[in-house]
């Protein structure tokens, strides 16, 4: 399995799409190194259109990502004059790329093939408005950019990726405050130790956001993937320390301490 996470982000007045995952498919005892998170573009002038991120068996998630291309790619071609779709524009294609699953599911489990399949498909629109949506098995979709605002598909959503996604006070209203790029990267790697079935954060990071009026599509840059696993190793040890000062000197005291460092901060803004 995998471990996908994609987030809604408040980037200034406008919302923007953060996905990462870890790069480990398991398949019995075997177990390699693969792309769970895929960009869609128009690909002749590359306008970006989405982004899709697949937990399961691989060859399911191989044909969920390219149907989901074909789908935007034509939309895009005839329906939305070669640009980024609007939110209603997405919604609507979403709309035919469930058709089209529900079909192909069908007739598998026709077959006595029974499919393992999760994918979030998310975009950004020209007004900074994000859609996120969540596929499962059957072919179904559900919006979820609203609430909860993330969708989290893999067998690490079970050994700890929705744990620490609410221990670390992610919320789309709070996102503002957070770096979600070391946040995705930061729970990957803390699955990856005790879930097998999930590798470690490799730098497979996509965020797709508006920047001057321009919808922009791009994944972690190996500069900034250095710094993120820096930072990681930095954050682990100092939950550590926060806990054993919790017990040294007691959580009330600790508290006030760190109130006060953010108090100090605030002013100094």
């Known amino acids: 399995m995998t471990l996908v996470i994609a987030l809604k982000w408040f980037i200034g007045d406008s919302e923007a799409i953060v996905m990462a995952s870890d790069s480990r498919v398991s398949v019995g005892y075997l177990t390699y190194e693969a792309r769970k998170i895929y960009p869609i573009f128009l690909k002749k002038k590359q306008v970006p259109l989405a982004i899709a991120g697949g937990a399961g068996d691989t060859s399911m998630i191989k044909q969920g990502f390219r149907i989901c291309e074909k789908v935007l790619q034509v ?100 996102s ?42 791009g994944h972690l840059k190996e500069e900034a993937y250095k710094e993120f696993k820096g930072k990681i190793k930095v954050r682990r040890e100092l939950f550590r320390q926060l806990w054993k000062a919790c017990e040294e000197l007691g959580e009330e005291v600790v508290y006030k301490q760190i109130k006060k460092l953010l108090d100090r901060m605030k002013r100094s803004q």
Request: hydrophobic content about 40%.
């Open 75 to 174: 939309y895009a071609e005839k329906e939305w004059k070669r640009k980024t779709p609007s939110f209603e524009e997405f919604e609507e294609a979403v709309s035919e790329i469930e058709s089209r699953l529900i079909s192909r599911f069908r007739s598998l489990k026709e077959m006595g093939i029974e499919p393992s399949f999760q994918m979030v498909l998310g975009s950004i629109d020209p007004n900074g408005k994000a859609s996120l949506y969540l596929f499962d098995n059957r072919g179904l979709a559900e919006p979820v950019h609203d609430s909860p605002g993330f969708a989290i598909i893999g067998s690490g959503f079970f050994t700890g990726g929705i744990l620490l996604l609410k221990l670390l006070g992610y919320r789309p209203e709070v």
């Open 176 to 217: 503002t405050e957070m770096h979600l790029g070391i946040l995705t990267s930061f729970i990957i790697d803390l699955v990856s130790e005790v879930d097998a079935s999930v590798g470690p954060f490799l730098g497979e990071s996509w965020l797709m956001r508006i920047k001057n009026g321009e919808i922009l599509l």
